[in-house]
Nanobody, 127 residues
Framework: EVQLVESGGGLVQAGGPLRFSCAAS????????IGWFRQAPGKEREGVSSIRSDGRTFYAASVTGRFTISSDTTNNMVYLQMNGLKPEDTAVYFC?????????????????????WGQGTQVTVAS
């Protein structure tokens, strides 16, 4: 069973940093893209950042230069370092994985379809 467990959300002042972690299990971590999505109140879910199995990284335009994604394939972990946070970054953030499924609903980002989701973690950026 694929499991993605996020940690690291919370309340932060504008301009401050925050770091997410996602522990992945139940699939061949180094074969699939893994990344982060977010959903703000009243808005659609959107891709934030992802990293492919070949190490290529992708970022939404709104976070480029501020967020950095990295992975630890030995320990099946993925991280999102967020710097210079803005109030508009306030959202529920989800760890997501491409995973082994090839059917069912999915969200597209960075050239891959994401079908597995963590439970989500809230980030609130205070101005």
């Amino acid at each position: 069973e694929v499991q993605l467990v996020e940690s690291g959300g919370g309340l932060v002042q504008a301009g401050g940093p925050l770091r997410f972690s996602c522990a992945a299990s139940g699939f061949a971590f180094d074969r699939y893209a893994i990344g982060w999505f977010r959903q703000a109140p009243g808005k659609e879910r959107e891709g934030v950042s992802s990293i492919r199995s070949d190490g290529r990284t992708f970022y939404a335009a709104s976070v480029t230069g501020r967020f950095t994604i990295s992975s630890d394939t030995t320990n099946n972990m993925v991280y999102l370092q967020m710097n210079g946070l803005k109030p508009e970054d306030t959202a529920v953030y989800f760890c997501a994985s491409e995973g082994p499924l090839t059917y069912g609903s999915a969200w597209y980002f960075g050239g891959r379809l994401f079908r597995y989701w963590g439970q989500g973690t809230q980030v609130t950026v205070a101005s």
